[in-house]
């Protein structure tokens, strides 16, 4: 396992600029922030007109905007999602992300192994 972090007194800070980049296509860029225990977080930075192609992956994955605004497909359905919203995959379902706007897009990707229960 590659995490990019350091020691601050009891607090581990992981920064982006120290993470293993685990996804690269131009004007995407997802960096491994930390991964232990069926647990990965990714920083995904999407450039303006960058996409994530529509994939399926076997984990739950949750998704929290951290800024701007994105097109999220998850399976027929579509949504635009801006900082501060969180969005909620379950395993097994085609997902992705197009970067329509003139801002850098950047989410917070959660991947896990427990499945997602709606409410």
Do not use: D
């Amino acid at each position: 396992m590659k995490c990019g972090f350091k020691m601050k007194g009891k607090i581990m800070v992981y920064r982006v600029q120290n993470g293993e980049v685990v996804f690269n296509q131009g004007e995407c860029v997802g960096t491994r922030l930390y991964e232990a225990a069926g647990c990965e977080y990714v920083h995904l930075a999407i450039e303006p007109g960058g996409a994530v192609p529509e994939h399926s992956l076997p984990l739950a994955v949750s998704f929290c905007v951290l800024k701007g605004e994105g097109r999220c497909t998850v399976g027929e359905e579509e949504f635009t999602a801006s900082a501060g919203e969180m969005l909620e995959c379950p395993p097994g379902i085609m997902r992705g992300w197009r970067n329509e706007s003139g801002e850098q897009l950047a989410v917070l990707v959660i991947k896990r192994a427990a499945a997602v229960t709606a409410n």
